[in-house]
């Protein structure tokens, strides 16, 4: 999990029910910043599934969650 300012190109944006993840890529890499109800996590992921996961538990269990990376440890998942 990074959380500095991503260089790189936005990709894509991705929007599910008020979780906003913007996809960057630098060309190397690709990070997935996660916004939820328009405020800024401050949170760079690795997957596309793992933003999600960060926003459905800090939407749920607020700023200092760590329930995203227990679920995905659970599941079999990295949860970078």
Do not use: C
Request: hydrophobic residues 40%.
């Amino acid at each position: 999990m990074a959380t500095s300012p991503v260089p790189g190109q936005v990709e894509a944006v991705h929007e599910i029910s008020g979780i906003t993840v913007v996809e960057y890529d630098d060309g190397n890499e690709s990070l997935f910043h996660v916004f939820v109800d328009g405020t800024d996590t401050k949170m760079f992921l690795a997957s596309l599934d793992a933003a999600l996961v960060h926003g459905i538990a800090y939407r749920y269990d607020g700023s200092g969650t760590e329930a995203d990376m227990y679920f995905m440890r659970m599941i079999g998942a990295e949860a970078t």
